[in-house]
């Protein structure tokens, strides 16, 4: 049981390269997000999926895309990225609906440079 | 305005010392408190969860929410070394989850 696996660990892009953020859960959850770690901002959610086939914006969606691709996988994508998308990424899963729902699941996280 | 605000500290206390950690909140319709704990490059993990007002206690930590003031707290007592993380308050309006507002965190070192 590996819990939330994210691919890849580090990145460095230059300005307006694309790349996609892996995310996977092994725990059945309906529930996926993407969030980014800044230093003072805290933790900001990008999009979330609140069960396969669906998916919204959060706080900060500008730049990004998503797709749910199946249950399990919920991948994030820089079109074009840029210098402010330096970030630490953290995918999370939980179980909405539950008695549990409020804990989410996170995985290690990807430190992504843009130059 | 930030919807919950934390003090970003650092935060250094000897090994022993009750640590307290503090957030406010601003939106009243939040129920769900959670306060998560992140090691150095690692992701957040859950550490305490409460309900509405109250206190909850588990082992050497003791989570506490005055809606009132709309204002959470997180207990350490007898802090040890492998406490020295990050904490991370959290909160949302209800259990179908689709938004969760983490504080910034507070860096915390006990030493030894």
């Known amino acids: 049981n590996a819990g939330v696996t994210q691919t890849p660990k580090f990145q460095v892009l230059k300005t307006g390269q694309s790349m996609t953020l892996q995310c996977a859960q092994d725990m059945n959850h309906n529930s996926m997000y993407w969030y980014r770690q800044d230093p003072g901002m805290g933790l900001r959610l990008i999009y979330y999926s609140a069960s396969e086939g669906t998916t919204d914006k959060g706080e900060v969606p500008n730049g990004y895309n998503v797709s749910r691709l199946n249950k399990r996988e919920f991948s994030l994508r820089l079109e074009s990225a840029a210098p402010s998308q330096t970030s630490v990424y953290f995918c999370?899963?939980?179980?909405?609906?539950?008695?549990?729902?409020?804990?989410?699941?996170f995985g290690p996280g990807t430190r992504l440079t843009v130059t | 305005q930030k919807e919950v605000e934390q003090d970003p500290g650092p935060l250094s206390v000897p090994e022993g010392a009750i640590v307290s950690l503090n957030c406010t909140y601003s939106?009243?319709?939040?129920?769900?408190f959670m306060w998560y704990r992140q090691y150095s490059r690692k992701g957040p993990e859950l550490l305490m969860y409460?309900?509405?007002?109250g206190n909850k206690e588990d082992g050497r930590f003791t989570a506490q929410v005055d809606k009132s003031s709309k204002y959470i707290s997180l207990f350490i007592r007898d802090s040890q070394p492998s406490d020295s993380a990050t904490y991370l308050c959290a909160m949302s309006r209800s259990n179908t989850g689709n938004q969760f507002y983490f504080g910034t965190g507070t860096s915390l070192t006990v030493i030894p």
């Open positions: 939106n009243s319709a939040f129920q769900y």
């Open positions: 999370a899963s939980s179980e909405i609906g539950t008695s549990s729902s409020y804990e989410q699941y």
């Open positions: 409460t309900y509405s007002s």
